[in-house]
Every structure is written in C-alpha cells, then in structure tokens.
C-alpha cells in the first residue's frame, strides 16, 4: 500500500489490527512504527522478527522516501530533516496517534529526527543499535579491527572515504560478515530492494549540518526537548554503530527518560543476536 506524504507516494505495510476483540470486548492496541536501516533498503529486513508484536500492537513498517518501493521525490529532500518529518506527516494521513516509533541503525537517525522536532507526538522510542551523532569512523574501524583485522579495517575505512561500486562491494564481501555474532543475519541487498543512489547521496562529502547527510548531523543538542520513554538497545560487537554511542545517546537525553540495554557477543541488531532477550525487552516497555 502507499500513501501520499510530502508529495511523494510513502510504501507502507500493516500487520495486526488497531481494535482486538478480547473477551467480547474491543481494545485498541498501540501502533508500531518500524523505521529500517541503511539508507537504500527497505523494511523487509525487519519482517521476520518484528511481525510477532502484532499480538500487543498494530505493527506498521514504511519504506522511507527514496528506499525501497516508495518515491525518491527531488533528490535535495533525502535528509535525516525531511525523513522525520515524514515520520509525523505519514502518521497525520493515516491517523496515527501516539505511536511507538522504533528505528534501527540509520532508522534510528530518522527516529531522532523526529523525537525532537515532534517530542510530543510519540507515545515512546525504541533506538536500536543507532547513534546521536555522525562519526568520523575511528570507533567504528577499532571494532572492525578486533572482528577481523587489518584487511578488514581497511575495506571499511575504503568504503566509509569513498562509497564507489568496488569499494561496496568489497565493504559487503569483507565487512558485512561482522556485523553479527550469528550465522542468521539478514541481508537487505538480497531479500529487497537495494537504492545504491540514496545511500551513495546520504553519504557524499561536503554536507553542512543544516543538510542533514551522514558526514556531519547531531541530534545529541537536541535531546533536551525528549519527553517520552526512550529505550536504547546497543551490542558490544557492533561494528556499525558502537555500543559508546548507545552509551552516549542514555548520557544526554533528560535523567529519566532513556534506559539502555546492552548486549555481550552481539553485533549489529540486538533482534538478530539475541531474539529471545530482546522480545522480552521490548514486550515489557511495550506494555
């Protein structure tokens, strides 16, 4: 399915039903809205372990603008800005309210986007393995070091200077095979739809803070305004986005409100490493 937002057209999935007949009686359960990672993927990544909250909440999963089967729209509007916006315009047509915005790795990013341009419109945030800030990737090369070593430190720091084809497709024959501790991890690039051209855009150099590309945002400033719960998850083998950074996402939201799980042998995705631990998390700050 896809609505129109902002002018382009947003590809969209539901899973459960907003009213549950329980008991003879009719409960509205909270909405999830499932934010994906990459940029240049799609939602489908996510399907196979977040499908199961259907049972507590209606379960939402979007394709940001310019990913996946929804619309690019004009290429200066694939921003950290414009895709949280898009979080709280997708909510308004389809009327979304309060809802429990869950966002992984560059999912995350979107998510804070739109925590502190809308802090009251959230019921709460799930960031998964995400970060408050860009990095110039000395964090992320350390970790990529101990996982794999010399070989594969370089591919990635090839990849994170200079996202050509070859250096992709070195970066995902070296690189991707440590971002989890267990052989199930899922590979977007197969199972969807791969948009090189949003992640190459997302990525390029020369970008002002004001343009909100990966070279150089920071949500960190911003978290002041946050007023819902937010629960952090954050695995210790995470080359993409070090558990420092779950760490120091905790650090700066308001005392209260972030609380942060981390997990040991655990890469890139708390659900992929430890499914188990991680539904018994979230089922509980669900409820």
Known sequence: MRVVVNGVRIYFEVVGEKLALVD??????????VLHGGPGFDHHGM????????????VIYLDHRGNGRSDRGPLESLNLFQWGQDVRDFCDALDIEKPI?????????VAESYMTQFP?????????????RSDPGEASYAVYRRLGGPEVEAA?????TDQSFDNMLEFQRLCRPHYNQTDSAPWPIRNGIFTPETLVYFWRD?????EGGWRDFNFLPQFDKVICPVLVLGGE????????????????LPPGIGQLHRFANCGHGTHVDHPDATEAILRRFFS
């Open 120 to 132: 009251d419109h959230p019921r709460a945030i799930v960031l998964s393995c995400t970060q408050g």
């Open 206 to 210: 020369g970008v002002t803070p004001d």
């Open 101 to 109: 915005v869950l966002g992984h790795s560059f999912g995350g990013f």
């Open 24 to 33: 003879g009686a009719i409960v509205e359960k909270p909405t999830l809205l």
């Open 156 to 160: 990635a720091k090839a990849f994170f």
């Open 47 to 58: 399907r196979g372990f977040y499908d199961r909250f259907a049972d507590i909440a209606q």
């Open 237 to 252: 083998d995470d080359p993409a986005c070090p558990i420092e950074f779950q760490e120091e996402i905790v650090t700066t």
